[in-house]
T-cell receptor, first 114, second 111 residues
Framework: DVKVTQSSRYLVKRTGEKVFLECVQDMDHENMFWYRQDPGLGLRLIYFSYDVKMKEKGDIPEGYSVSREKKERFSLILESASTNQTSMYLC?????????????FGPGTRLTVT | DAKTTQPTSMDCAEGRAANLPCNHSTISGNEYVYWYRQIHSQGPQYIIHGLKNNETNEMASLIITEDRKSSTLILPHATLRDTAVYYCIAALNSGYSTLTFGKGTMLLVSP
């Protein structure tokens, strides 16, 4: 089974802090994705990556950056956390460029910024 | 990606088949139909996808109409653990395509 793990299940940070959310997949997948999920707004794509050191902006990249130094790891960075970034963050991976839609998700990190 | 339309909510009795409809009348010829579900407080889970032909796996069956304008996800014997939000998504399966999740259908399976 594909396993996608996220570094924390719950996280509380203060406004202005730099926040790192880590995601690791163990199936040698090429593609990795970061989403956020908010009530009434559904899942929205923040950033994605189709290869090491590659990144592409999703629908809502403002206020976020990402890093993919190794194939199995994709990090989401909040340079200066703000209260409107309080959300559930979900990481996903998929096999490659010929199988982009079959994504496997991690359990999510519920981030609260106070 | 083509827009999809799903009912907001549905009910199903435990042990009965759950049939979840999805309309995707503007789907393009190379877009697939994907189904995911999200159980409360968990990440979404991939269920099944198809292009033209009906598909079946250990979780569900996917029936796509001949004109591809709609589809139905069938859970043959729903259990309480199938209570979740079900998302129908039309998307390409290659290149740099991404998934756009809508609001989905909240399926409540009752005893």
């Amino acid at each position: 089974d594909v396993k996608v793990t996220q570094s924390s299940r719950y996280l509380v940070k203060r406004t202005g802090e730099k926040v790192f959310l880590e995601c690791v997949q163990d199936m040698d997948h090429e593609n990795m994705f970061w989403y956020r999920q908010d009530p009434g707004l559904g899942l929205r794509l923040i950033y994605f990556s189709y290869d090491v050191k590659m990144k592409e902006k999703g629908d809502i990249p403002e206020g976020y950056s990402v890093s993919r130094e190794k194939k199995e790891r994709f990090s989401l960075i909040l340079e200066s956390a703000s209260t409107n970034q309080t959300s559930m963050y979900l990481c996903a991976s998929s096999k490659g460029l010929t199988d982009t839609g079959e994504q496997y998700f991690g359990p999510g990190t519920r981030l609260t910024v106070t | 990606d083509a827009k999809t339309t799903q009912p907001t909510s549905m009910d199903c009795a435990e042990g009965r088949a759950a049939n979840l409809p999805c309309n995707h009348s503007t789907i393009s010829g190379n877009e697939y139909v994907y189904w995911y579900r999200q159980i409360h407080s968990q990440g979404p889970q991939y269920i099944i996808h198809g292009l033209k032909n009906n598909e079946t796996n250990e979780m569900a069956s996917l029936i796509i109409t001949e004109d591809r304008k709609s589809s139905t996800l069938i859970l043959p014997h729903a259990t309480l653990r199938d209570t979740a939000v079900y998302y129908c998504i039309a998307a390409l399966n290659s290149g740099y395509s991404t998934l756009t999740f809508g609001k989905g259908t909240m399926l409540l399976v009752s005893p």
